[in-house]
């Protein structure tokens, strides 16, 4: 309740009360509030630049974590890149190495990376120098990986292509070593049966009876079985692909027929004495890229290491051979 006011009216000559207007009240009471709040806004401002609210404290402290948990991060992508550049190393030096494989330069492994600043998006905050940190870290693991994956998938291919190679390709001596009576002659100068003269023999003579089995050397498609070809009688020649093919001589009957698929040690026919020969034998060569070549450094897949050397020596007499 405010102060009751008089004044003194002179017409009437008495004290009258005055009457305060409604307005002016209003008026009054908004001024105030306006003020107040002025004022109290003010003070929240000021105080607020000086002291931290409990939401502010927790939003700093989850901060302080999300800055360790990415040095954490960070710390963690550097071991796996460590790790990889392991694999790296080994896949350079060892894999690719064995499978032939040129190995894979550090600037592919490491393409993609300089040049335009990809992590500008990240600048202008306070952590920003943490935030690229990681990502440039990711990117180069990432990429790093991608190129390893490659790689490996390369040698998985060349691993198969190997295992095929060395299933084609002749390894082991096509007449079993219980059938044979001698080994009559080596590849290299030898007299000639028939007319007693020195020449080049082609191939190697493996002395056995008529009808004893040939095996395939290695897998391949029998390219000819018949006995068109001068001297040879009747002869089978195996295309083991990679740029080999081997050849038996003077059969006495062929167990294939041509286009036929064969696998090493498959029974493909039998020793005869058919075409210049003169006695029963296996006359065996082997073509690589079209070159008649050695078959004594071709039978590491069924001979003991006594029973090649025998070999070895009775192939480098200087005798006469069966043709
Ligand atoms: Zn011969």
New binding site residues.
């Given amino acids: 309740m405010g102060k009751v006011k008089y004044y003194y009216d002179s017409e009437t000559l008495s004290y009258r009360k005055i009457k305060r207007r409604k307005r002016t009240t209003l008026k009054y009471a908004a001024v105030f509030l306006v003020a107040a709040a002025i004022f109290g806004f003010l003070f929240v401002f000021i105080a607020s630049q000086y002291i931290e609210s409990p939401k502010e404290r927790q939003m700093t402290r989850e901060l302080q974590n999300m800055q360790l948990q990415y040095e954490l991060l960070n710390k963690r992508m550097d071991d796996a890149i460590a790790a990889l550049e392991n694999v790296e190393e080994r896949d350079n030096a060892i894999y690719r190495l064995y499978f032939e494989a040129n190995p894979i330069p550090e600037e592919q492994r490491r393409a993609g990376f300089g040049g335009i600043n990809r992590y500008k998006k990240y600048e202008g905050f306070d952590n920003s120098q943490l935030i690229s940190e990681s990502n440039k870290r990711l990117d180069i693991l990432e990429k790093a990986i991608v190129v390893q994956s490659k790689s490996l998938d390369e040698i998985a291919k060349l691993a198969e292509d190997k295992e095929k190679f060395l299933s084609a390709i002749p390894a082991i001596q096509p007449v079993n070593n219980i059938d044979l009576t001698r080994m ?2 080596g590849y290299g100068f030898r007299t000639d049966p028939f007319t007693k003269v020195r020449k080049f ?1 082609f ?3 493996f002395t056995a009876p008529r009808g004893t089995p040939v095996y395939a050397s290695g897998d391949g498609i029998v390219k000819r079985a018949d006995n068109s070809s001068t001297g040879y009688g009747k002869h089978i020649r195996i295309d083991h692909g990679f740029g080999y093919v081997s050849l038996y ?1 003077h059969l006495y009957k062929y167990n294939v027929r041509v286009n036929q698929r064969v696998k090493r040690g498959d029974l493909i026919g039998f020793v005869g004495s058919t075409g210049r020969s003169e006695a029963p ?1 296996l ?1 065996y060569e082997i073509f690589k890229d079209g070159n008649r070549i050695n078959p004594i450094n071709f039978y590491y897949g069924n001979l003991s290491a006594e029973e090649y050397s025998k070999l070895l020596e009775k192939a480098s007499l200087e005798n006469q ?3």
Wanted: glycine fraction near 8%.
């Fill in positions: 009559a002659s023999h191939g190697m003579d001589a034998h006359h051979s069966l043709d």
